[in-house]
């Protein structure tokens, strides 16, 4: 498995951006697809991006899309997430998620065998 570590997270106002960071260790980051998911308080944890291990495609979840990019840096084993015109409904717990599912895109969380520890996200109104 690949070890995963977030970072980038932190307080903003609505409308403001963040670019989240994700570091993998191991040699092999290229052969996963790469996943963001968060959790909000009280809700279950919920699929945002994904970037398939071929490197070719990328898959938004609807509440994010236009607003939100994935990109992956294989050099740098890092996957990042970039987020602007935030809003207050996208605080969260953010998680990076490495998996090696065949189906595309791989939304569900059983898809990912390896996550980080999260970073808080908070967009204030």
């Known amino acids: 498995q690949v070890q995963l570590v977030e970072s980038g997270g932190g307080l903003v106002q609505a409308g403001d951006s963040l670019r989240l960071s994700c570091a993998a260790s191991?040699?092999?980051?290229?052969?996963?697809?790469m996943g963001w998911f968060r959790q909000a308080p009280g809700k279950e944890r919920e699929f945002v991006a994904a970037?398939?291990?071929?490197?070719?495609?990328?898959y938004c979840a609807d509440s994010v899309k236009g607003r939100f990019t994935i990109s992956r840096d294989n050099a740098k084993n890092t996957v990042y997430l970039q987020m602007n015109s935030l809003k207050p409904e996208d605080t969260a717990v953010y998680y990076c998620?490495?998996?090696?599912?065949?189906?595309?895109?791989?939304?569900?969380?059983?898809?990912?065998?390896?996550w980080g520890q999260g970073t808080q996200v908070t967009v204030s109104s």
């Open positions: 191991g040699r092999t980051f290229s052969s996963y697809n």
């Open positions: 998620a490495a998996g090696v599912a065949r189906r595309w895109p791989p939304t569900q969380i059983y898809e990912y065998a390896s």
């Open positions: 970037f398939n291990r071929n490197g070719g495609s990328t």
